[in-house]
């Protein structure tokens, strides 16, 4: 499974080998993941690093699907948020949903 930082400079037109945002992305992805422990998503990670894999984060695959979706969208509007309002309303609405199937997913988990 590829490392986070690897997938999140894909999302954001980033080579791979390209590093010199590297530090910026990282910061953002423990933002994020701080955020996401607040909410009660505790992940498995306490501080992400450029090694960091995505089946760290969670022993859940439903969970772990929508987390790579939710931290992308997270660091992508603070990182190269769109220039357009309706796309960064719409990306701001689907990092809402994430965030309550985050939740609700958290909850059954601990059920």
């Known amino acids: ?5 690897t997938s999140i400079k894909k999302l954001l037109g980033i080579p791979e080998d390209y ?3 590297d530090s910026d992305i990282l910061m953002n992805i423990n933002m994020v993941l701080s955020l996401l422990h607040q909410i009660g998503i505790t992940t498995n990670i306490n501080g992400g690093t450029a090694e960091s ?14 987390l790579r ?12 948020p769109p220039t357009n309002s ?10 809402d949903e ?14």
């Open 98 to 111: 994430l965030e309550w199937r985050l939740i609700v997913l958290g909850e059954e988990k601990n059920e």
């Open 69 to 80: 979706i939710y931290i992308a969208l997270r660091v992508r509007i603070i990182f190269d």
């Open 1 to 5: 499974m590829s490392s986070i930082l």
């Open 53 to 66: 894999k995505w089946d760290e984060l969670s022993s859940s695959t439903e969970i772990l699907n929508v």
């Open 19 to 21: 590093e010199y945002f």
């Open 86 to 95: 309706s796309l960064l309303e719409a990306m701001q609405k689907k990092i």
